[in-house]
């Protein structure tokens, strides 16, 4: 039986890869299984066995130790980059600029909950930075302050995991307790909210197809394009049929007459307006003779060679008479202007006539097996470029020594840039969804695994020993700052309840905060716009703080 023994607490390569992937397989598994009322820490499980497998004695090799924790850091970091890049300037737009200044707000005022308890309770700086990415359930941020303190001092510091395992848990359930807190405090409910929201979308715009035969003497002789001139509206005239019976498609340099039958597109507001041109029709073609239609239709771009090229180049509005409304990427809606770059596996919604939205989806692909094939090239290049930038010394004023990114900050800074203006050089940087979270999984797994071989040997003693008051230090950093931004949000901008758990939510990079916001309303989905809206900034933040927290007050 000695080899079972020498298996489970022996030395070598082949031991440390059999108790690390212990820990993995029996934190997934409990990740997966055991929920409270629909709430669970999930893949932090890993975290926790990794601690009690080295608490009862089973140690990984030192070299697989940091091998582990340095590749799974980077490919986690490096794959949230990938997934947040594509929106990460999009969403610092105007209509997500006061979302983010509040999250922005959320990260600075957890530092400074943080720094004031390092300050009154004494407990060293390097430790509380743990607690405090605990707190806000946020694993790269732990990663960047591991190495920021090990390129200071030269070594590990076990508390810094330990402080991060003590909060995590109560970190979850403390955002949930805050959102319900806020709602009492406001006296929130979520019937009179979606009353609210469902007032707010009858009062904005929404797009009216329109049929009129022109009679208005101003319109005989005039191009497409002038219409908007005439009327003072934005519009779009989709269709045309002249008053012998032909059909065509207009363009903005077509010529219009009295008599002629045209389909305009327009907000619905513009309505009363646009009837001032003629009478109400039914716009019938010469080859059907039945009523002309319009589809809605998502398509997927395929086509690598699509890749980088402006919505406006490629003129599918004057060749095929269709409307691209908008754009979904990682998550993230984008407006589809001409200038809008395109990437592979961008989600196109098209509006148009069917043949013509047929015509359309050959152009961009729209072959879902086209995108099965993984680019890694791409990725390593990336993972390069990351640890050569996280790595060059970088001067900056009042500090002692050269300020470096680290693997987390470089590989988050690189996968961020390269996944947004790669396009516009023709880098392919798409991955799938669930190749992307593949290997996210893997990477966090193997770091939390780590990590909690290197901190199970001093995690009991240190917890007896006071760590405790740890778990409440927390929940203070958890609660506090997430309170102070959504009084803020709620009083003085007046942001509905379902955007606001989605802003708290993702400002705290919380899963199952999320997971709880979106059960709240079947109606809408604006706590998930929320949180995809401040999610990329605030990941950026989280890294950022984690090593300043280090390198500026220890």
Known sequence: MNWLNNLFFGTGIAHSIFILTLAVGVGVYFGEKLKIKGITIGVT??????????????????????????????LFVYSIGLQVGPGFFASLSKGGLNMNLLAAGLVLLGCLTAYIIHLI???DIAVMTGVLFGAVTNTPGLGAAQQAYQDITGSLNPDIASGYAMAYPLGVVGIILTLLLIRAFFRIKTDKEEERIACEKGVQKQVVYVDLQLTNPQTDGIRVCDLSLLTHVKLVVSRMVHPDGTSEMPDGNTILHTGDKIRIVADHQSKPTIMLLGEPTKIITDETNKEVTLVNRNIVVTKPKLNGRRIGDLKVRAAYHITITRIRRAG?????????ILQLGDRLTVVGEAEAVEKVAQVFGNSAK??????IAPIFIGILLGVALGSLPIALPGLGQPFKLGLAGGSLIVAILISAFGPKYHVVTYTTSSANLMIREI?????????????????IPTLVGGGYVWIGYGVLITMLPALIIGIVARKWLNLDYFTLMGL?????????????????????????????TVYPLTMFLRVLTGQLMILLFL
């Open 45 to 74: 499980w890993v975290l926790f066995c990794a601690i009690a497998c080295s608490h009862f004695g089973m140690r990984l090799e030192p070299q697989v130790e940091s091998f582990a924790k340095d590749l799974g850091l980077i």
């Open 121 to 123: 309770s004494g407990v």
């Open 332 to 340: 993230i809606e984008l407006l589809a202007t001409p200038d809008l």
């Open 370 to 375: 086209r995108l099965d094939t993984p680019n």
């Open 443 to 459: 990477g966090i797994s193997l770091f939390l695994a780590a990590v909690g071989f290197g901190a199970g040997k001093s995690f």
């Open 504 to 532: 708290i939510a993702g400002s705290s990079t919380n899963p199952p905060a999320l997971a709880y916001a979106t059960t709240q309303s079947s109606q809408n989905d604006r706590a998930a716009v929320a949180y995809s």
